[in-house]
C-alpha cells in the first residue's frame, strides 16, 4: 500500500503562532485529504486536495503531486485549533491511507 | 438532518463474543468504509463497500465480517477471531467529487472495550 508520514510527530505553540504540517507519501495518488480530530475522536473534514492550493480562514493547504508531498498551514493559532491532523491519501480503487498524525498542543 | 450516525458511542463486551457495530448514513452517498485507530495511531482500512451488495477487504480485515444490503446501512462485526478488538472504531461514507474521485466524511465512532 502507499505509506503516507507526517511530520513533526508533536508540535506545541504558543497561541498567535503560525505552523506548518507536512504530509509525504510514497506513490502517485488521485485523492488528498486533511482531517483534524478533535478530543472527543470526531474527524473533521478540513480539504480535499488532490493538488493545488486552498484556503479556508487561518488554515490553507498545497498539494504537490508530483513530489508527493502536501503541507498544512494553520495561521495566528488558537487553542482551539489542538486536536491531532491527519493526512489520508488514496490511489486508483478508493482505498485510503491514513498517516500517524500530527499532535498539536496550542497553549494560552 | 444528514449525517453519519454510529450506534452506541460506548460498547462493552466480553471476550469470546460477537458484537456489531452499526454505522448508518442519511447522505445519498455510494461508498462506505470502516475504519480501525487504536492510542496514538492513525486509521486503518477494515473494510469498505463501493456499491451495495459488494464490499472488499482492507488492510486488517482478519477478525472482521461486514454487509452491504442497503445504502444507508453498513455494520460491522466483530468476531471472536479477532485478537486484539479493543479500539475505537469509525465509519465514513463519501461522496464522488466532479473530478471522480471520493471526499470522505466521519461518523463520531464507537469505542469498544473486550475485557
Known amino acids: 500500500g502507499i505509506q503516507v508520514e507526517q511530520s513533526p510527530p508533536d508540535l506545541i505553540l504558543q497561541e498567535g503562532a503560525n505552523s506548518t504540517l507536512r504530509c509525504n507519501f510514497s506513490d502517485s495518488v488521485n485523492n488528498l485529504q486533511w482531517f483534524h480530530q478533535n478530543p472527543w475522536g470526531q474527524l473533521i473534514n478540513l480539504f480535499y486536495?488532490?493538488?493545488g492550493t486552498k484556503q479556508n480562514g487561518r488554515l490553507s493547504a498545497t498539494t504537490v503531486a508530483t513530489e508527493r508531498y502536501s503541507l498544512l498551514y494553520i495561521s495566528s493559532s488558537q487553542t482551539t485549533d489542538s486536536g491531532v491532523y491527519f493526512c489520508?491519501?488514496?490511489?486508483?480503487?478508493?482505498?485510503?491511507?491514513f498517516g500517524s498524525g500530527t499532535k498539536l498542543n496550542v497553549k494560552p | 438532518d444528514g449525517g453519519i450516525t454510529q450506534s452506541p458511542k460506548y460498547l462493552f463486551r466480553k471476550e469470546g463474543q460477537n458484537v456489531t457495530l452499526s454505522c448508518e448514513q442519511n447522505l445519498n452517498h455510494d461508498a462506505m468504509y470502516w475504519y480501525r485507530q487504536d492510542p496514538g495511531q492513525g486509521l486503518r482500512l477494515i473494510y469498505y463497500s463501493q456499491i451495495v451488495n459488494d464490499f472488499q477487504k482492507g488492510d486488517i480485515a482478519e477478525g472482521y465480517s461486514v454487509s452491504r444490503e442497503k445504502k444507508e446501512s453498513f455494520p460491522l462485526t466483530v468476531t471472536s477471531a479477532q485478537k486484539n478488538p479493543t479500539a475505537f472504531y469509525l465509519c465514513a461514507s463519501s461522496i464522488t467529487t466532479p473530478t471522480g474521485q471520493d471526499e470522505q466524511y466521519f461518523g463520531p465512532g464507537t469505542r469498544l472495550t473486550v475485557t
Open positions: 489520508a491519501v488514496a490511489g486508483n480503487f478508493n482505498k485510503f491511507y
Open positions: 486536495i488532490p493538488s
